[in-house]
């Protein structure tokens, strides 16, 4: 390697070192994993779901102290649209599709820096067991595994050229090992009460082209979920009352098999979320989600609060849509 070459790889290594004191992708990530998993379907179900989602990330800390300091700005738009197809009553896929808007803004000495990226993001596939009879049984098992497909773009660059962080980019440039499993348990004294928990790991890969020679590994992730949910008649419809509890761990990226400075760190959630049933086969759902707890590896932005709202469509074996 030229020394010149050298010096560009370091000076590249420095620029993105500063710059991830704003924002790492630990943070304010695409929110692939945490939205996976469509709920359980007979036999030839076909399920759909459309969200959109926005994290914003204004809080800048540094271990689990909040700084003084709001300057630095981060939003993460994303348009999920996720199907799921119920093969037997055992088996079932689902496919997860993203669009992606990452925002950057840094306030300093008058001068507003606002960097904006958009597009096709990653997609994921998993395909999911059900250990337990549906029917019979008052806990449901599902476990399932698939890869985190590398569709979103990586190559985004500034007006003036330089290219842009890898927390800045629509998608990863890596191949992921995705792992879920959901249990649900339904209680005797109230049907319609359950209380479920999901785990989910992310096993990163590598972007082997990042600043077109180089590499850089998102850190490994796990996230668990805890919910407890009831509805209630509301007219002629049914009113979903859910409050999730997030746990989220992130580990620290890796440019070139180092170590990055400001990434990874542990976070917990607490999101309640309210669905209304228009039918068994058509809902409409919104979750509001704020932080209780944020530890960060460094001094970085951590979430600030976070909206997701969609919608749900599901259909029969016939291919058509259930009556409403």
């Known amino acids: ?3 010149f070459k050298a010096l560009i790889i370091a000076i590249c290594f420095l620029a993105i ?43 800048l800390k540094e271990g689990t102290e909040v700084l003084d300091d709001d300057a630095r700005e981060r939003i993460t738009q994303s348009v ?59 806990v449901l098992v599902t476990a399932a595994a698939g890869p985190k497909i590398p569709t979103g773009k990586t190559d985004f660059t500034r007006r003036d050229g330089i290219p842009l962080n890898a927390d800045l ?32 790991y992310s096993l990163k890969g590598k972007n082997n082209k990042y600043l077109t020679d180089q590499t850089y590994q998102f850190g490994n992730e796990l996230q668990v979920l805890v919910s407890l949910n009831d509805n209630f008649p509301v007219w002629k419809s049914i009113l979903d009352a859910t409050l999730f509890l997030r746990y989220r761990k992130a580990l620290t990226d890796r440019f070139n098999d180092l170590n990055m ?30 932080p209780l707890y944020a530890n960060v ?16 469509v599901k259909f029969n074996r016939k291919n058509e849509l259930l009556k409403l």
């Open 17 to 59: 070192s500063g710059s991830l004191y704003g924002q790492t992708c630990c943070s304010g990530g695409v929110p692939i994993s945490g939205n996976l998993g469509m709920p359980y379907g007979s036999s030839g179900t076909w399920q759909f779901s459309l969200s959109y989602d926005i994290n914003v990330l204004k809080t």
């Open 1 to 3: 390697m030229s020394t």
């Open 80 to 138: 999920l649209f996720q199907t799921g197809y119920s093969i037997s009553k055992r088996f079932s896929a689902d496919l997860l599709l993203s669009y992606v808007k990452q925002e950057r803004t840094i306030r300093q000495f008058d001068n507003t820096d606002y960097v904006s990226t958009g597009g096709i993001g990653d997609a994921a596939l998993l395909i999911k067991y059900t250990f337990s009879d549906p029917d019979r049984s008052k």
């Open 297 to 312: 590896t460094g001094t970085q932005l951590s979430p600030t609060y976070r909206l997701n709202v969609g919608v749900f």
């Open 261 to 290: 400075p400001n990434t990874g760190g542990e976070w917990i959630f607490l999101a309640p979320s309210l669905g209304y049933n228009i039918s068994q086969n058509l809902a409409f759902n919104a979750a509001f989600e704020v």
């Open 169 to 200: 980019q629509p998608g990863s440039g890596s191949w992921d090992g995705l792992f879920w499993i959901n249990g649900l348990y339904k209680f005797n004294f109230r049907p319609n009460f359950n209380i479920a928990s999901t785990v989910i």
